[in-house]
């Protein structure tokens, strides 16, 4: 299994530009989410969904759009990027069941320049 | 709303000595999930240990073990015989029992083995 897959692992994007981070998932998990790390802040959470069609904002959500048409995938939307926005951002999933952790991606570095 | 504190951004223990990581969280809730994920300079975040709340035993992994204090809502991960490959940023985490809850991360503590 490949688990859960973050593409791309790096971008470089300018102030205004718009761009998707992938994030695809094959262990059939409901729970998928997108958070953000910035030093000294933790993981924070951007966007989240129980299920395919159903998503719901996280602690940061502006400025990010997300949609869930599939279980498998969760894609992430910058719609104008900013320079605050320059962080390392993680997909995770999981199955619904609370007992069970996070699987995570191995992440997406975004500079925005 | 819940919240996990990590208290300490920085800690340091020579190698093969043991070290604790210290962990604090706010819940109203009485069956939760309580995590640390270690993630080392590669970036990947991995899954270290897990507790659940309605047991009183406390988790153990190899050479990690936690210190689970459900009415001090203390959360702490021992790390004994420190290894060169522990040092890492460890972050606590806490996941209600409700089917969809999200997982809550604590700020991290970042530990340095020193040879």
């Known amino acids: 299994n490949a688990g859960v897959t973050q593409t791309p692992k790096f971008q470089v994007l300018k102030t205004g530009q718009s761009m998707t981070l992938q994030c695809a998932q094959d262990?059939?998990?409901?729970?998928m989410s997108w958070y953000r790390q910035d030093p000294g802040m933790g993981l924070r959470l951007i966007h989240y969904s129980v299920g395919a069609g159903i998503t719901d904002q996280g602690e940061v959500p502006n400025g990010y759009n997300v949609s869930r048409s599939t279980t498998e995938d969760f894609p992430l939307r910058l719609l104008s990027a900013a320079p605050s926005q320059t962080s390392v951002y993680f997909c995770?999933?999981?199955?619904?069941?609370?007992?069970?952790?996070?699987?995570f991606g191995s992440g997406t570095r975004l500079t925005v320049v | 709303a819940q919240t996990v504190t990590q208290s300490q951004p920085e800690m340091s223990v020579q190698e093969a000595e043991t070290v604790t990581l210290s962990c604090t969280y706010d819940t109203s809730e009485s069956d939760y999930y309580l995590f640390w994920y270690k993630q080392p300079p590669s970036r990947q975040m991995i899954l270290v240990i897990r507790q659940e709340a309605y047991k009183q035993q406390n988790a153990t992994e190899n050479r990690f073990s936690v210190n689970f204090q459900k009415a001090a809502k203390s959360f702490s991960l021992k790390i004994s015989d420190s290894q060169l490959g522990d040092a890492a940023m460890y972050f606590c985490?806490?996941?209600?029992?409700?089917?969809?809850?999200?997982?809550?991360f604590g700020k991290g503590t970042r530990l340095h083995i020193l040879p």
């Open positions: 262990m059939n998990h409901e729970y």
């Open positions: 995770a999933s999981s199955l619904a069941r609370a007992p069970n952790g996070y699987t």
């Open positions: 985490a806490y996941r209600s029992a409700r089917r969809d809850d999200k997982i809550i």
